[in-house]
């Protein structure tokens, strides 16, 4: 023990090492550098503490110090801390090994595996010395009565099936609740291939692969994988959970526990904690979708299969991200398994938004996906939150008319018209030709407001704005700017003919009388009109030539009337 101890101080250059049994018995290797008078005594006091130390019955090295609480504030840079190896013999845990400095220790990889070497040739315990008292654990590491035995019988009693399995998938053990589950007889079961014996979901990834096909039948965490058993009820689904392993005894091994699964994935008929958790997930609006770096599914709620056009067993827990959903880009391309947003964030470690449409029954709906990386059982997983946004989209689509439209009309307001003549201008370079605007204004509209009300005026303004959008093409576009004035814009291909042929066209609707209920009214309307083949002109400047013409055509037919009336 005393060369152990010494090769482990001089291995990560400390200052002192100790070896501690199970029981609290302490031995200890301190160097003379150590100046306190209590310094051996510290080092004992900290070799026992850290047999409390959660990771002290584990299979790696954990890091340790002592409280500076008991220790006097005159010298604060003495305060101990140390590295520890755990110290195993004929699978039973005796002990700890220690190296102990006045800083924490950090070590490269040959320390580490130096000091784990070092811990795996200590192969007893030492006894107490005389005098010492035993530790508090002192009675709880008794060999258990029976031994082998008696192991292989709790293993028999595990609520849950146990499967061990060599790296390359031979199964080397399985308990006997492992036999009920499935029927097979346990002796039936030693020696086969796992890839043989279990049945993983349809589209598992990597089925062509052996290696990597063990990997995700026996090495599923989390919420693990559901899994048929060849030769078993073909209804049976069990749910196999299980973690790689490197074990003294058996070298790398897989450690699996298989127990009942739900069918389908249905959230109701989870069992214990984790079916209240996912029927808690259920009942969020939201979509919840997380996957772990094998692409397998380990959450997911009912709105997140809703969301994607999913049927409820169509995305289980325990299975691969579907590779068919009906979920669209918006330019109405279908998604792939690669383009969405969880694969993404997954494999380029970032977080993806974006938007997709969902198709269904010729309903269509938005759905926004926000995913972000996420470490899922040690791996590089991913969380996407799937949410609705069709109600936010029109929402804003409504606001966006709004800001565009005429709000008591409907047809343009001036924004939209100035970006609309801004086009037109910009595309006579290209095409030729010309763009025109009809600039018109009521006649005696106020008369109509102060003898009828305003409420008339309204719907006397809101049937010249139905009569000019059933009287121009598609492409034209009725915009009211205020008032009574309307401007009608498009393209033609002649300055003349073209023009005079829409102007007459309009002036012929908006003179025919309007009707509201006994009502009858008669309206005329004063027009301007101008056009352009200069993609140079700017759409105020148009608007202001055809505003004027519109003012001398309405200034002529006043002096024409008077002159008649003389």
Same mark, same amino acid.
């Given at each position: 023990?005393?060369?152990?101890?010494?090769?482990?101080?001089?291995?990560c250059?400390?200052?002192?090492?100790?070896?501690?049994?199970?029981?609290?018995?302490?031995?200890?290797?301190?160097?003379?550098?150590?100046?306190?008078?209590?310094?051996?005594?510290?080092?004992?006091?900290? +070799?026992?503490?850290?047999?409390?130390?959660?990771?002290?019955?584990?299979?790696?090295?954990?890091?340790?110090?002592?409280?500076?609480d008991?220790?006097?504030?005159?010298?604060?840079e003495?305060?101990?801390?140390?590295?520890v190896?755990?110290?195993w013999?004929?699978?039973?845990?005796?002990?700890?090994l @220690?190296?102990?400095?006045?800083?924490?220790?950090?070590?490269?990889?040959?320390?580490?595996?130096?000091?784990?070497?070092?811990?795996?040739?200590?192969?007893?315990?030492?006894?107490?010395?005389?005098?010492?008292?035993?530790?508090?654990?002192? @009675?709880?590491?008794?060999?258990?009565?029976? &031994?082998?035995?008696?192991?292989?019988?709790?293993?028999?009693?595990?609520?849950?099936?146990?499967?061990?399995?060599?790296?390359?998938?031979?199964?080397v053990?399985?308990?006997?609740?492992?036999?009920?589950?499935? &029927?097979?007889?346990?002796?039936?079961?030693?020696?086969?291939?796992?890839?043989?014996?279990?049945?993983?979901?349809?589209?598992?990834?990597?089925? =062509?692969?052996?290696?990597?096909l063990?990997?995700?039948?026996?090495?599923?965490?989390?919420?693990?994988?559901?899994?048929?058993?060849?030769?078993?009820?073909?209804?049976?689904?069990?749910?196999?959970?299980?973690?790689?392993?490197?074990?003294?005894?058996?070298? *790398?091994?897989?450690?699996?526990?298989?127990?009942?699964?739900?069918?389908?994935?249905?959230?109701?008929?989870?069992?214990?904690?984790?079916? =209240?958790i996912?029927?808690?997930?259920?009942?969020?609006?939201? =979509?919840?979708?997380?996957?772990?770096?094998?692409?397998?599914?380990?959450?997911?709620?009912?709105?997140?299969?809703?969301?994607?056009?999913? #049927?409820d067993?169509?995305?289980?827990?325990?299975?691969?991200?579907?590779?068919?959903?009906?979920l669209?880009?918006?330019?109405?391309?279908?998604?792939?398994?690669?383009?969405?947003?969880?694969?993404?964030?997954?494999?380029? *470690?970032?977080?993806?938004?974006?938007?997709?449409?969902?198709?269904?029954?010729?309903?269509?709906?938005?759905? #926004?996906?926000? #995913?972000?990386?996420?470490?899922?059982?040690?791996?590089?997983?991913?969380?996407?939150?799937?949410?609705?946004?069709?109600?936010?989209?029109?929402?804003? +689509?409504?606001?966006?008319?709004?800001?565009?439209?005429?709000?008591?009309?409907?047809?343009?307001?001036?924004?939209?018209?100035?970006?609309?003549?801004?086009?037109?201008?910009?595309?006579?370079?290209?095409?030729?030709?010309?763009v025109?605007?009809?600039?018109?204004?009521? *006649?005696?509209?106020?008369?109509?407001?102060?003898?009828?009300?305003?409420?008339?005026? *309204?719907?006397?303004?809101?049937?010249?704005?139905?009569?000019?959008?059933?009287?121009?093409?598609?492409?034209?576009?009725?915009?009211?700017l205020?008032?009574?004035?309307?401007?009608?814009a498009?393209?033609?291909?002649?300055?003349?003919?073209?023009?005079?042929?829409?102007?007459?066209?309009?002036?012929?609707?908006?003179?025919?009388?309007?009707?509201?209920?006994?009502l009858?009214?008669?309206? &005329?309307?004063?027009?301007?009109?101008?056009?352009?083949? #200069?993609?140079?002109?700017?759409?105020?400047?148009?608007?202001?030539?055809?505003?004027?013409?519109?003012?001398?055509?309405?200034?002529?037919r006043?002096?024409?009337?008077?002159? +008649?009336?003389?």
């Amino acid at each position: 023990m005393d060369e152990t101890l010494r090769l482990a101080r001089d291995l990560c250059l400390g200052v002192g090492a100790f070896f501690v049994t199970a029981a609290g018995a302490v031995t200890a290797d301190v160097s003379d550098v150590m100046r306190p008078d209590d310094a051996e005594e510290r080092v004992h006091a900290l +070799a026992r503490s850290c047999l409390s130390h959660p990771a002290a019955r584990g299979q790696g090295l954990f890091w340790s110090a002592e409280s500076t609480d008991d220790l006097s504030a005159a010298s604060p840079e003495w305060s101990l801390a140390c590295v520890v190896a755990p110290v195993w013999h004929q699978g039973r845990w005796t002990g700890l090994l @220690g190296v102990v400095d006045v800083w924490l220790p950090e070590l490269d990889e040959e320390q580490r595996s130096g000091l784990l070497a070092l811990a795996a040739s200590v192969e007893g315990a030492p006894a107490a010395p005389a005098g010492q008292a035993a530790g508090p654990d002192a @009675g709880a590491q008794r060999t258990a009565p029976g &031994g082998e035995p008696f192991v292989g019988e709790l293993l028999d009693h595990l609520p849950d099936g146990l499967v061990v399995a060599r790296s390359d998938g031979t199964i080397v053990l399985v308990n006997q609740t492992f036999s009920d589950l499935t &029927g097979l007889p346990m002796d039936t079961v030693l020696g086969e291939d796992a890839t043989r014996l279990l049945v993983p979901a349809p589209g598992t990834p990597g089925a =062509g692969d052996h290696g990597a096909l063990v990997e995700q039948l026996l090495g599923a965490a989390g919420s693990g994988r559901g899994v048929h058993v060849a030769g078993a009820d073909p209804a049976a689904l069990l749910n196999a959970v299980g973690r790689r392993v490197e074990s003294r005894f058996a070298g *790398d091994c897989f450690i699996t526990l298989v127990r009942p699964g739900h069918p389908g994935g249905s959230a109701e008929s989870a069992q214990g904690a984790q079916g =209240g958790i996912q029927a808690l997930l259920d009942h969020i609006e939201d =979509g919840i979708i997380c996957c772990d770096a094998r692409g397998t599914v380990v959450v997911a709620n009912r709105a997140a299969r809703r969301l994607q056009g999913l #049927s409820d067993d169509e995305l289980q827990v325990g299975a691969p991200l579907p590779a068919r959903v009906r979920l669209q880009t918006v330019e109405g391309h279908a998604l792939s398994v690669d383009e969405h947003p969880v694969v993404r964030s997954m494999l380029d *470690d970032v977080p993806v938004t974006t938007e997709f449409l969902l198709v269904d029954d010729d309903v269509r709906r938005y759905v #926004s996906v926000s #995913s972000h990386p996420l470490r899922v059982d040690g791996g590089d997983g991913a969380i996407a939150v799937l949410r609705d946004v069709t109600a936010e989209r029109e929402r804003q +689509a409504h606001l966006t008319h709004y800001a565009l439209h005429d709000p008591l009309t409907g047809v343009a307001n001036r924004y939209l018209l100035i970006d609309a003549l801004r086009r037109m201008l910009d595309g006579l370079t290209r095409r030729g030709g010309f763009v025109s605007l009809i600039y018109l204004d009521l *006649d005696r509209f106020k008369e109509i407001n102060d003898e009828h009300g305003h409420d008339t005026g *309204d719907e006397v303004l809101r049937a010249v704005a139905r009569r000019l959008e059933r009287a121009v093409r598609g492409e034209d576009v009725v915009a009211r700017l205020g008032g009574d004035e309307f401007v009608v814009a498009h393209v033609t291909e002649s300055r003349l003919s073209d023009g005079d042929a829409v102007v007459a066209r309009l002036r012929k609707v908006l003179s025919a009388p309007y009707r509201f209920g006994d009502l009858v009214l008669d309206i &005329g309307v004063s027009v301007g009109w101008v056009s352009t083949s #200069s993609g140079d002109e700017s759409p105020d400047s148009l608007i202001t030539r055809a505003d004027r013409e519109m003012y001398d055509h309405k200034n002529r037919r006043r002096a024409e009337a008077q002159e +008649a009336v003389r």
